[in-house]
């Protein structure tokens, strides 16, 4: 990834889209976020977990289920979640747009969540 001048590789396996090497993917798909289900292939993050818990408390519709590599590929939206990155949005794979090659209206709202929980949980509101 690096090499291409890419910020992060997203891993396939067997024609299924798992995570990134050191972050969760999410997808929009009309208006749904959607992100592949923890386990065996896949390892848990806060992040991941924080972004799913202020989707569902904003009455954003989510999904945990598979991703096969070709419906990531067509994704409206397409980001990644870390500690370090929180909520990235990915704009091409592999040289190729995704969806209009510019931030999404659901990566905006979830990143202004995100930041609102920072300041919120900063100032003492949050546990």
């Known amino acids: 990834a690096a ?5 992060e590789a997203i891993l ?7 995570e990134g090497s050191a972050s969760n993917i999410f ?7 959607v992100t592949p289900p923890k386990g ?21 519709p989510c999904e ?16 990644l979640s870390s500690s370090t990155k929180e909520l990235l949005p ?5 040289g190729r747009p995704i969806g209009n090659g510019r931030p999404g209206p659901l990566h905006a709202r979830l990143h202004a969540l995100y930041q609102d929980y920072k300041r919120d949980f900063r100032a003492g509101q949050v546990d």
């Open 64 to 79: 945990e289920r598979e991703v096969g590599e070709a419906e990531m590929r067509n994704a409206n939206e397409l980001m």
């Open 27 to 33: 997808l929009a798909i009309g208006g749904v976020l």
């Open 90 to 94: 990915i704009t091409t794979l592999d």
């Open 12 to 18: 396939v396996r067997d024609g299924i889209a798992t």
């Open 3 to 7: 090499e291409a001048g890419a910020a």
């Open 40 to 60: 065996p292939f896949i390892l848990p993050g806060v992040t991941r977990d924080l972004v799913l818990e202020l989707a569902r408390a904003h009455g954003l």
